[in-house]
């Protein structure tokens, strides 16, 4: 699996870090109680046309990366290793060269999002979610 | 003398066998019906919360951008899920909405996974997770 950073290499994504997945508290995508996330939460989104978006936890909290969501109820913030990624052969790559805290996972897009692979990709990210932190307010939340 | 213990003994057998059968049917039997009651009681509570609380108010998934289930699929949800509970089958760990205007029932057993997908158009399917590889998908209506 190949981990590219920007352009010039100065923001490699590092084995050692871990990303986070925002979850509207509103679907029940995670469940506190039995700690267990849905794959439905690794579904992209529209907007997700050039792969599943995920956020660098170095570059951006999870309290933060909530604060810019737009739910109602707020989100939960899924925990993924890169490590665990690179284990299950999950490719991920940065989406903007300009912003380093966003990845995607290329694989997982909206225009394929019905497709077994698509399916199947949801599936082994919600098995590889280390943790699960939050709820934590959004914008919209907190008015 | 020793026939006569012997033919005694074997209606006695035959007596304990057939006693221990039918108290193991009936404990099998009373296993099996607490199994389906539990799933039924797992059912009921699966379409009173969250499906009946989508189908009173959808808007409230309405959010982040995602489609909510429409009140035509929540109802064909809850058809499935009384079908389902009429028939004593095990009941999904949870059922959530798909964000596409869609609603999926997540089943679990063990390492392996199933899931019965409503489209936003009312097509299911039926997938199935073998350790997290798809092995079977397939329209059931």
């Not at chain 1, 267990?36 to 999870?62: N, V, W």
């Not at chain 1, 019905?114 to 914008?139: H, I, N, T, W, Y």
């Not at chain 2, 039997?29 to 989508?54: C, V």
């Amino acid at each position: 699996m190949s981990m590219s950073g920007d352009v010039h290499g100065q923001n490699e994504i590092e084995e050692t870090e871990e990303l986070c997945r925002r979850i509207p508290a509103s679907t029940g995508w995670y469940d506190p109680e039995r700690d267990d996330t849905s794959p439905e939460a690794f579904q992209p989104r529209t907007d997700d046309t050039g792969g599943l978006s995920l956020y660098r936890r170095k570059f951006q909290s999870p309290e933060d990366l909530a604060a810019v969501g737009s739910s109602k109820a707020g989100y939960y913030v899924a925990i993924v290793k890169v490590a665990d990624l690179q284990r299950a052969g999950i490719h991920i790559r940065q989406d903007d060269p300009n912003d380093c805290s966003h990845v995607v996972v290329p694989e997982l897009r909206a225009d394929n999002r019905k497709r077994d692979e698509a399916l199947e990709l949801m599936q082994k990210l919600a098995g590889l979610v280390s943790e699960v932190v939050g709820p934590f307010p959004s914008a919209s939340s907190r008015r | 003398m020793a026939t006569a213990d012997l033919t005694l003994s074997k209606t006695g057998r035959r007596a304990v066998v057939t006693s221990a059968q039918t108290g193991a049917t009936d404990y099998i039997e009373r296993g099996l019906n607490a199994r389906r009651k539990s799933h039924e009681i797992a059912w009921r509570q699966l379409i009173d919360h969250p499906l009946i609380d989508w189908w009173k108010d959808p808007e409230q998934l309405n959010d982040d951008g995602m489609v909510a289930p429409s009140r035509e699929r929540i109802e064909q949800a809850i058809d499935i899920a009384m079908g389902f509970c009429d028939s004593g089958d095990a009941a999904p760990v949870r059922v959530v909405p798909d964000g596409y205007g869609g609603i999926v029932f997540e089943f679990r057993a063990g390492l392996n996974a199933a899931s019965l997908r409503i489209s936003d158009s009312g097509d299911v399917e039926f997938v199935v997770f073998e350790s997290d590889a798809l092995v079977s998908r397939r329209k059931v209506l």
